[in-house]
């Protein structure tokens, strides 16, 4: 009998597999996938943004991600990796990367790790059943039946396509009478119409996003914006999906408005104008000043022309007062977000409130634990999801691997 399975070798299993090994326990990890670590590989645009220095921007169960992140802070997780041999590096907005900007780095360690304390990875595992038996738990893969005193799930969410599970994970834990709080996506691009991002498929620009219920401002974001042929995506989009998808949900009907001015510079220089020129400038003037500023403009704005002529077109004829409010509020109604496919992260899942904010035992099942994207917790854009994953995992190995034999 194995002391401790971890079922899913993504970023909570593994670090809850090692923090379990810690304690002296026999640890195996079946994992569904061919490898384990998709999601770390992917994650940060291959950089992988591991953790966030500054204050803690989580959903759902906040209550449980202040419990673990207190009892796990963030600098516990980095000397977690600093101690298997990862150097990191602190980018704006406390963002925490690799300091080679690898994320194939994260994973390494981690496996290293594992390698050198002999825990078992099973790879090709899935799952598909699991049941309390007296002495602890069993556990079967298509390939074989396994025993364990103590479990900790880490399967995960459902986003990001065929990086998450299709849903199937969550019947192990609500089999043994957990409850699952309807997933839904979360940081994902917002959908608007067509009409509102025609011809700038490709553009990455930098902007200010201001989401509005009608004309009132409700959440706002900074950074890139990526068009795309459905609407808008980038870290500042999907940051606002989950206040999007709760307004499109309760019925209502979201406008992003998208401010280029950071990109620009241009307004005060367009008002600056005005006063010389006199009120008749219109278009030309926004043209020659974006002219002017040709050369701080981003290298995809002027290989296409298309923000300047968006823009232009969608300022013809305005009196400049108007011209100037469009290109710092520039309209997209939203009318979805998309779905888990591109979505990073998973909003709703197990619920939290059943697993002790300490130890992350389940409160119904002795020896049963959890951890990760599984649980109802979910960060913003930052290295937050992360972050949660291998703190939680630290804290549920830990527990588990200290399970009486
Ligand atoms: C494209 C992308 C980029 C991202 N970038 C970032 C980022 O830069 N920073 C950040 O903080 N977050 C990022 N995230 C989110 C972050 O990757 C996840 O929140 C985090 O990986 C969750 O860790 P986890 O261990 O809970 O789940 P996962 O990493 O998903 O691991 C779960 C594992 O369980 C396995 N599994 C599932 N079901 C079973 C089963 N029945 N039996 C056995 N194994 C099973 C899965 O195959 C998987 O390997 C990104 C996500 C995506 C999709």
């Known amino acids: 009998m194995n002391d401790v399975i971890i079922i899913g070798g993504g970023a909570a299993g593994l670090t809850a597999a090692l923090s379990a090994s810690m304690q002296g326990a026999a640890v195996t990890v079946l994992e569904s996938a061919p490898r384990v670590g998709r999601k770390i590989l992917a994650s940060g645009n291959g950089r992988c943004n591991l953790a966030n220095l500054g204050a803690m921007r989580y959903n759902g169960d906040t209550a449980l991600a202040r419990a673990v992140l207190d009892a796990c802070p963030v600098k516990q ?13 602190e980018e704006d907005g406390g963002r925490v990367y690799p300091a080679c900007g690898q994320a194939a780095a994260v994973l390494d360690v981690l496996r290293l790790a594992l390698d050198r304390r002999g825990i078992r990875v099973v790879c090709d595992a899935p799952v598909i059943r699991l049941e309390k038996t007296k002495a602890g738990f069993r556990l079967s893969t298509p390939k074989e039946t396994l025993e364990a005193r103590a479990v900790v799930a880490a399967c995960g969410g459902m986003a990001g396509g065929r990086l998450g599970h299709d849903g199937g994970a969550y019947r192990l834990l609500t089999g043994l009478g957990h409850t699952l709080i309807p997933p839904r996506p979360a940081l994902a691009a917002l959908v608007t119409e067509k009409k509102a991002v025609r011809g700038l498929s490709g553009l990455r620009l930098p902007a200010r996003l201001t989401l509005c219920d009608g004309t009132k401002p409700v959440e706002a974001a900074q950074g890139e914006a990526l068009f ?24 209502k009907r979201p406008v ?150």
């Open 77 to 89: 997780v980095l000397s977690f990796f600093s101690g298997l041999g990862l150097m990191t590096v």
């Open 228 to 251: 795309t042929d459905y609407g808008v995506s980038g870290v500042c989009a999907m940051q606002l999906s989950r206040t999007a998808g709760a307004l499109l949900n309760a019925g």
């Open 256 to 405: 992003v408005y998208l401010d280029f001015s950071p990109m620009l510079g241009l307004i005060p220089r367009v008002y600056d104008r005005v006063e010389a020129a006199g009120p008749f400038a219109h278009v030309p003037l926004l043209l020659a000043c974006l002219e002017e500023r040709r050369h701080t403009l981003p290298r995809e704005a002027l290989l296409t022309g298309l923000a300047p002529r968006l823009l232009a077109e969608r300022l013809k004829g305005l009196p400049l007062p108007e011209m100037a409010k469009n290109l710092a509020a520039f309209p997209a109604q939203v009318v979805g977000v998309r779905g888990m496919e591109n979505a990073q992260v998973t909003a709703g899942g197990i619920r939290g409130s059943e697993f002790d904010r300490k130890t992350l035992a389940s409160r119904l099942i002795p020896g049963l634990f959890a951890a990760g994207e599984m649980l109802d917790v979910d960060g913003d854009c930052g290295g937050y999801n992360l972050q949660f994953a291998f703190a939680s995992g630290l804290i549920a190995g830990e527990n588990a691997g200290k399970t009486e034999k």
